[in-house]
C-alpha cells in the first residue's frame, strides 16, 4: 500500500544520544537553522536515502551541471551544443553566462537515470576548454518512495496502483519495531 507521510499522523521515537555527539548535533541543529531536532533528523534521513538513491544505477534522477570556460578556446561552444542536441531528452534546459570578456558559464539540468545524467556530465565536463566543472546529482522521486513502491493519487476508479516507472521488486521485510507509547 501506498505510504503518503504528507496525511500519515507523525510517529513518535526514541534516540537516546549525550554528551559530545548530542552538543555537536544541537551546534548543526542552530547552523542549519533547523526549528527542532526532529526536523534535522527528519532531513538527514532524506538526505542518506538520497544518496542510497544515487548510488544505484537505474533510478530516476536529476542533475545540474556547472561548467566555466574560456569562448575563445577553438569552438567549445559549438561542442557543448552539439552534445546537449545529441541528448535533447535528457537537457532539460541550460543557461549561459558572461563571467568577464572571454569567460561562462554554463548550467545545465539534466534529467534521466543516474547513470545516463553522469555519463553526459561527464562527456559535458570533459569537454577540451573546459576550465571547471561539476555534477550536483540528486534523486528524481522524494526519498520517502522507494522503488517499486506503490503510489496513489485522486482519480475516478479509487484504488492504489504501482508507480508506473518502477520496477516489480519483492517488499522487503519490515522490522518488528514497537512504536512509542503502545504499550505492547
Do not use: W
Not at 534516540?15 to 531536532?37: K, N, P, Q, W
Amino acid at each position: 500500500m501506498s505510504r503518503d507521510s504528507s496525511k500519515e499522523p507523525l510517529v513518535r521515537f526514541s534516540v537516546a544520544v549525550g554528551g559530545e555527539l548530542l552538543d555537536r548535533f544541537d551546534d548543526y541543529c542552530r547552523e542549519h537553522r533547523y526549528a527542532t531536532r526532529s526536523e534535522a533528523v527528519r532531513g538527514l534521513m532524506r538526505s542518506a536515502l538520497i544518496t542510497e538513491a544515487i548510488a544505484r544505477d537505474d533510478e530516476p534522477a536529476m542533475g545540474v551541471v556547472t561548467m566555466v570556460y574560456d569562448h575563445h578556446a577553438t569552438q567549445i561552444g559549438d561542442r557543448l551544443t552539439q552534445i546537449q542536441h545529441d541528448h535533447l531528452d535528457k537537457v532539460v534546459t541550460t543557461t549561459h553566462v558572461h563571467l568577464d570578456h572571454a569567460r561562462c558559464m554554463e548550467v545545465i539540468l539534466l534529467r534521466g537515470t543516474v547513470r545516463e545524467v553522469r555519463h553526459l556530465a561527464d562527456a559535458l565536463i570533459a569537454t577540451k576548454g573546459v576550465e571547471t566543472g561539476k555534477l550536483v546529482i540528486t534523486a528524481a522521486r522524494p526519498p520517502e518512495v522507494a522503488s517499486g513502491e506503490i503510489h496513489s493519487h485522486p482519480h475516478s476508479h479509487g484504488h492504489d496502483h504501482p508507480h508506473p516507472h518502477a520496477p516489480k521488486i519483492a517488499e522487503p521485510a519490515r522490522p518488528n519495531v514497537r512504536k512509542s507509547g503502545s504499550g505492547k
